[in-house]
């Protein structure tokens, strides 16, 4: 069955730099392709954007570009999410998912990485 | 930037009965592409309606979706102690593929 296992919760410094890892199994994983989502403590779901998991090529959503980057080590089947020079507001769950297509849904999730930036 | 509306905020109800949430797109949604998502406390999302109408796999079949264009319901006809949690719609027609605010059923 398709499972996606994330990386543990990580304390940052503002300034700081993190990495999360979603590392898949169940299914070829270059047919799907990887989004990733924001949820804020208390707050909604925000979509950050997706890699396309076949040719590496990422897709950022508007907010996410300049200190987010999505990439890919297909040889351990693993996504990452690094973002770079963390303020408090990037306090948040991370949760990487998968979809079938570029305008599909996202059908699988994993458990979520919580990121919190804090002096 | 297609913006998501969700109403209620909040539906209050008592299990046995029926939940209507209502999830609006300021434009059209192309091809319908609509999703609806639960997420229970402490957990990840997960992908309930597709399509706007779709069951996804293993989703029990008292979940419903409807809708089209810019309006969309998600129905759960009798609710269980299960469902009650935050719901999620989600539209992946147009880039960037946005969410709705959400709406939690609580029991009341």
């Known amino acids: 069955q398709v499972q996606l296992v994330q990386s543990g919760s990580e304390l940052k410094k503002p300034g700081a730099s993190v990495k999360v890892s979603c590392k898949a199994s169940g299914y070829t994983f270059t047919i799907y392709a990887m989004n990733w989502v924001r949820q804020a403590p208390g707050q909604g779901l925000e979509w950050m954007g997706w890699?396309?998991?076949?040719?590496?090529?990422?897709t950022y959503a508007q907010g996410f570009t300049g200190r987010f980057v999505f990439s890919l080590d297909t040889s351990v089947i693993t996504a990452y999410l690094q973002i770079s020079s963390l303020k408090a507001e990037d306090t948040a769950v991370y949760y990487c998912a998968t979809s079938p297509c570029t305008s599909c849904p996202l059908d699988y999730w994993g458990q979520g990485t919580l990121v919190t930036v804090s002096s | 930037e297609s913006v998501l509306t969700q109403s209620p905020a909040t539906l209050s109800l008592s299990p046995g009965e029926r939940a209507t949430l209502s999830c609006g797109a300021s434009q059209s949604v192309s091809s319908n592409y609509l999703a609806w998502y639960q997420q229970r406390p402490g957990l990840a999302p997960r992908l309930l309606i597709y399509d706007a109408s779709s069951r996804a796999t293993g989703i029990p079949d008292r979940f419903s979706g409807s809708g089209s264009g810019t309006d969309f319901t998600l129905t759960i006809s009798r609710l269980e102690p299960e469902d009650f949690a935050v719901y999620w719609c989600q539209q992946y027609g147009s880039s960037p593929f946005t969410f709705g605010p959400g709406t939690k059923v609580d029991i009341k």
């Open positions: 890699i396309d998991t076949n040719t590496g090529n990422p």
